[in-house]
C-alpha cells in the first residue's frame, strides 16, 4: 500500500529556534495536509495544500506541496513551549479509491 | 459550521467482548468517513473508509468491522476484542476525496 516518509521522527529544540520537517512518498501525491496533535486528542490541521509548488502560510507556519508532487515540507519558526506535540504529514495519492494515509509523525519537545 | 462526534471518550473492555464505537458528523452530507487507530506513540492507521451510506472500503484484514446506516453516522464494531484491538480510535469526516479531513476527539480503547 501507499507509505509516507516522515522525518525526523522526534526534534528537541530551544524556544526561539526554527524548525523544518518533511515528508516524502515514491507516489505522486493530489493533495498534503499537515497536522498536529496534542495527547489524547484528535488531530488538528495546520495547513492544506493542493497544488505543485503551492507555498501555504498560517502564523509561524508555512508549508510547500513539492513540485515532484512526492513531496512536502512544514516550517515553524521562532517556536513557543505550546508548539510542543506530534505533526502529522498525510496526503491522498493519485491512484482511484485510495483514502487520506498518514506519516508515523515527528515529535518535537521546546525547551524554554 | 460541520462538527463530529465520537463516542464514547474511553472506554475499557474485556477481552472476548464485543465492541461499537459511534460517530456522527453534523452539518454537511453524504461526507467521506473514516476510521483510524494509533497505538500509543505511533501513527495513524486507515482502518476502514466509507464514500456513501453501506459502501465501507477496509485497509487493513483485523477482528474488526464498520458499517454506515446513515449518511453521518459510521460505526466501529468487533464481534469479540482482543487484547491487540487496545488503542485510540479516530473518526474523521471530508467533504469528499483529496480535501481536508476533520477529526473527532477520539475514544481510547483498553482491552484487559
Known amino acids: 500500500g501507499q507509505q509516507l516518509n516522515q522525518s525526523p521522527q522526534s526534534m528537541f529544540i530551544q524556544e526561539g529556534e526554527d524548525v523544518s520537517m518533511n515528508c516524502t512518498s515514491s507516489s505522486i501525491f493530489n493533495t498534503w495536509l499537515w497536522y498536529k496533535q496534542d495527547p489524547g486528542e484528535g488531530p488538528v490541521l495546520l495547513i492544506a495544500l493542493y497544488k505543485a509548488g503551492e507555498l501555504t502560510s498560517n502564523g509561524r507556519l508555512t508549508a510547500q506541496f513539492g513540485i515532484t508532487r512526492k513531496d512536502s515540507f512544514l516550517n515553524i519558526s521562532a517556536s513557543i513551549p505550546s508548539d510542543v506535540g506530534i505533526y502529522f504529514c498525510?496526503?491522498?495519492?493519485?491512484?482511484?479509491?485510495?483514502?487520506?494515509?498518514f506519516g508515523k509523525g515527528t515529535t518535537l519537545s521546546v525547551s524554554s | 459550521s460541520q462538527t463530529i462526534h465520537q463516542w464514547p471518550a474511553t472506554l475499557v473492555q474485556p477481552v472476548g467482548s464485543p465492541l461499537s464505537l459511534e460517530c456522527t458528523v453534523e452539518g454537511t452530507s453524504n461526507p467521506n468517513l473514516y476510521w483510524y487507530r494509533q497505538a500509543a506513540g505511533r501513527g495513524l492507521q486507515l482502518l476502514f473508509y466509507?464514500?456513501?451510506?453501506?459502501?465501507i472500503s477496509s485497509e487493513v484484514p483485523q477482528n474488526l468491522s464498520a458499517s454506515r446506516p446513515q449518511d453521518r453516522q459510521f460505526i466501529l464494531s468487533s464481534k469479540k476484542l482482543l487484547l491487540s484491538d487496545s488503542g485510540f480510535y479516530l473518526c474523521?469526516?471530508?467533504?469528499?476525496?483529496?480535501?481536508?479531513?476533520?477529526f473527532g476527539q477520539g475514544t481510547r480503547l483498553t482491552v484487559v
Open positions: 498525510a496526503g491522498y495519492a493519485n491512484q482511484a479509491g485510495t483514502a487520506l494515509i
Open positions: 466509507s464514500v456513501g451510506i453501506g459502501q
Open positions: 474523521a469526516w471530508s467533504v469528499n476525496k483529496n480535501t481536508e479531513a476533520f
